[in-house]
């Protein structure tokens, strides 16, 4: 039964501890990597098993408690954590091929959250009916990419969006006797975007500081480790930084970002063609893709109402691309990617370009990938976002062979192929 096979694994467990991990061949790290992950999917699913079956066996009753309270007592685990595999055990009863995919391991715990918070209202049953494209895209992509799908499912499910909340937006600073405060910002994904426009320039200037510091201390073997702030203290400084800014100005014009947003052609076409109240085909939502759809630079998508909003309030820039997604109706002679080519660029790409990387384009720069000072372009087709690690890598060695269809591979300095 599952207690004999408990009893089993657990004996396993105990051997795993005392391996030496040091002794695993290098080669061999990236599938010991993928078969522990699996695992550990595994047993949460059992866990979240369990905890369903507490959940429908009425035991809990038993002892006069709730469900989530009984397992919190014996497992001595934070309540929000149970709370979220019963959650998480409830919904998977009616998602049968999430279900199996999370035993199995192909997909893991963070999956299944996401695909919850989509199982409420008219939703749920439509997650019902489209389940098995979207766990097969999380089998299938990163964990980021697939919630850029769902997103895109959600708006292509539900075009016009959620109904509109008579006050969606606030915000909450509390102070406590520790000398510490936590606040709260509640908002709509545009003004989202807004406030990080604003913060960017800020914050990249802080960023930049910090940089120059660790250099000053460590010389060119600085790491991101040697730097005086993390990401979320630069952010906090450049808020403070914008308030002041704005108290020692407070009659001075309202600064308006700019927020790139990318629609593709027929998007563009069939959002004007419902606007002016013509027949249009719905878009299928089991053929969205991450790269789908109207979306901000960042990727975050928009619905059909957001982005006629912006297209009435902002301005228009047509970009012709390629079938591999690269502009190829802009260029320039100079030798660094600025205006607006910088801006399509970065809007297009989602992440750093090398290999594995998930750093988001708006924070990387832009790279010649054949270099410039052996007479490569400043075009469309010669660029790629590099985050400032991995600049230094290619610096180093790591080297990027595009190819016609628009895909790129890279190499390691040794010339053998990166995955």
């Given at each position: 039964g599952v207690e004999g096979i408990l009893e089993q694994v657990e004996?396993?467990?105990a051997g795993v501890e005392h391996a030496e991990l040091v002794d695993v061949p290098v080669d061999r790290l990236a599938g010991l990597v993928e078969r522990v992950s699996a695992v550990s999917h595994r047993v949460d699913a059992l866990r979240v098993a369990v905890v369903g079956t507490v959940d429908s066996s009425g035991v809990a009753c038993l002892d006069g408690l709730r469900a989530t309270s009984w397992v919190t007592h014996r497992t001595r685990r934070r309540r929000g954590g149970v709370a979220a595999d019963l959650h998480h055990a409830r919904v998977l009863r009616h998602l049968p091929c999430a279900a199996t995919a999370f035993a199995a391991g192909r997909i893991g715990q963070a999956h299944v959250a996401a695909l919850a918070a989509l199982h409420r209202g008219r939703f749920a049953v439509l997650l019902r009916r489209d389940e098995w494209?979207?766990?097969a895209t999380a089998v299938a992509c990163p964990y980021a990419e697939f919630v850029a799908v769902l997103e895109r499912w959600r708006n292509a499910a539900d075009p016009d969006g959620p109904e509109p909340a008579a006050e969606q937006r606030s915000f909450r600073l509390r102070?406590?006797?520790?000398?510490?405060?936590?606040?709260?910002l509640r908002t709509d994904d545009l003004t989202a975007a807004e406030i990080l426009a604003l913060l960017a320039p800020v914050e990249r200037a802080l960023w930049e500081q910090d940089w120059a510091d660790a250099r000053l201390r460590h010389g060119t073997a600085a790491t991101d480790a040697d730097l005086a702030r993390s990401p979320d203290q630069r952010r906090h400084d450049a808020l403070l930084t914008l308030l002041?800014?704005?108290?020692?100005?407070?009659?001075?014009?309202?600064?308006?970002?700019v927020l790139n947003v990318i629609v593709p052609l027929t998007d563009?076409?069939?959002?004007?063609?419902?606007?002016?109240?013509?027949?249009?085909?719905?878009?299928?939502?089991?053929?969205?893709?991450?790269?789908?759809?109207?979306?901000?630079?960042?990727?975050?998508?928009?619905?059909?109402?957001?982005?006629?909003?912006l297209l009435i309030r902002g301005f228009v820039r047509r970009v012709v691309v390629d079938p591999a997604g690269r502009p190829v109706a802009i260029h320039s002679r100079q030798r660094c990617f600025t205006g607006p080519l910088r801006d399509i660029l970065l809007a297009l790409a989602r992440t750093c370009a090398f290999p594995g990387c998930d750093t988001p384009a708006h924070h990387c720069e832009l790279d010649h990938i054949h270099p410039w000072r052996h007479g490569g372009p400043t075009t469309a087709t010669n660029a790629q976002a590099l985050c400032d690690h991995h600049h230094k890598r290619k610096e180093q060695g790591f080297t990027p062979h595009p190819h016609p269809d628009g895909t790129t591979h890279w190499t390691r300095p040794d010339t053998t192929p990166l995955e």
């Open positions: 004996a396993l467990l494209f979207l766990v102070r406590s006797l520790t000398g510490r405060a936590d606040g709260e002041r800014r704005g108290a020692a100005n407070p009659t001075g014009l309202e600064p308006r970002p563009l076409e069939r959002l004007l063609a419902t606007a002016a109240g013509l027949p249009v085909d719905p878009v299928d939502p089991t053929t969205v893709g991450p790269d789908t759809g109207p979306r901000l630079a960042d990727g975050t998508p928009l619905t059909d109402q957001q982005t006629l909003q």
